[in-house]
């Protein structure tokens, strides 16, 4: 029968094939459309029914049977062909390998991360604000209504108001009452997160920066407290002795208020563009949460007394590392952040 012989002849051939371009014109050969195995079809015409599909079926059966042997084949010949293309060109012992890229945690987020720790160590817990806010939580319940001159004294005039309504917080103060109605006292927490002002950027202003807000509400809380808790915090972050001075300031939603400023650590008291050639770094603002903030927050100013605080995570880190120019974090440049 032609089928048998054909068959025969078929696996024969297979078996003798040797390399890649012989399986190639095997498949040519017999399995393309125009191939001798679709040409058996053909001689099935003159037969009964029955036999059509007996035979029809067997055909089917073979041609998978050998399809399947020539992608098996067609693998190993094409793996024989690479390793011997190895052996011809074998790898270069002496070349230098290629190092691995390394990812590496930008240093505000470390910062950010050191400091949250030793607030921690301190009892604070570490909560979140929202960037996109209302303008009641970003100005009004801190004491600063509209037309407020502390606006533009505090840069918060630079706040961006989006069309649909809110504004990106231009302070992580903003999350204060929010949390005064959210947690019973005591309340002992901190708050980082990223700030949004319209600034002209230069070396020490950005668009975008980081602040970390604290605040300790209790029965007794006084400015003794405020004065250990941030002396201790900047000597466990500085890992030194820091020398600071407390100025007293003007922020509407704390009376009294202070700015802490640090001797310079990049230029130690000289004069750089970090300081603005004053040697003095102006750290955080804080002081005892005013009356009326607590108020907003639903709590009793006669029972509950507090300090906040907020300061920049940038200036710190800035200080810690060296850097003079804060628009280096957000540039994406590699040199930069490899040295972290
Ligand atoms: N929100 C102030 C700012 O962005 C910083 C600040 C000052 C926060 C005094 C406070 C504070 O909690 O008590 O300039």
């Known amino acids: ?45 003159d037969l009964s029914l029955d036999e059509k599909k007996l035979l029809g079926n067997e055909i089917n059966t073979f041609t998978e049977k050998i399809e399947e042997l020539v992608s098996e084949m067609e693998l190993t010949f094409k793996s024989i062909d690479r390793s011997k293309k190895k052996i011809s060109d074998p790898i270069d012992i002496e070349l230098p390998s290629i190092a691995p890229e390394v990812g590496h945690i930008h240093p505000l987020t470390s910062v950010k991360k050191e400091m949250e720790a030793i607030f921690e160590l301190m009892g604070f ?31 918060l005039g630079k706040t ?14 903003s999350a204060q009452t929010r949390y005064m109605k959210k947690i019973k006292p005591p309340i002992k927490i901190i708050i980082p997160g990223k700030v949004y002002r319209y600034e002209n950027t230069d070396a020490s202003h950005e668009i975008n920066f980081f602040q970390l807000e604290g605040i300790y509400i209790d029965e007794k809380v006084s400015v003794a407290n405020l004065k250990a808790v941030l002396g201790k915090f ?16 003007y922020f509407p939603f704390t009376e009294p208020s202070f700015e802490v400023d640090m001797l310079c650590t990049v230029c130690n008291g000289k004069g750089c563009s970090t300081c603005k050639r004053t040697g003095w770094v102006e750290i955080l603002g804080c002081g005892m949460i005013h009356p009326n903030v607590i108020k907003n927050g639903g709590l009793d100013p ?10 920049s995570i940038d200036r710190p880190a800035m200080m810690k590392y060296k850097i003079n120019d804060i ?4 540039s994406g440049n590699l040199k930069f952040l490899k040295q972290f």
């Open 234 to 249: 900047l000597e466990e972050f500085f890992k030194r002795k820091v020398e600071i001075r407390l100025r007293p300031s």
């Open 125 to 155: 817990s570490v909560v979140e604000g929202l960037e996109l806010e209302d303008e009641w939580h970003n100005f009004d319940s801190l004491n600063i209504p509209e037309g407020h001159p502390a606006r533009d004294a505090l840069s």
């Open 302 to 311: 006669e029972q509950w007394k507090g300090f906040a605080f907020g300061l």
């Open 1 to 45: 029968m032609q089928f048998q012989d054909t068959k025969l002849r078929i696996t024969e051939e297979l078996k003798n094939i040797a390399d890649l371009k012989q399986l190639k014109n095997f498949s040519n050969k017999y399995l393309g459309k125009k191939g001798e195995i679709r040409a058996l079809f053909s001689g099935l015409k």
């Open 160 to 173: 961006f108001y989006l069309k649909s309504g809110g504004v990106m917080r231009s302070q992580t103060s």
């Open 327 to 330: 628009r280096l974090f957000h």
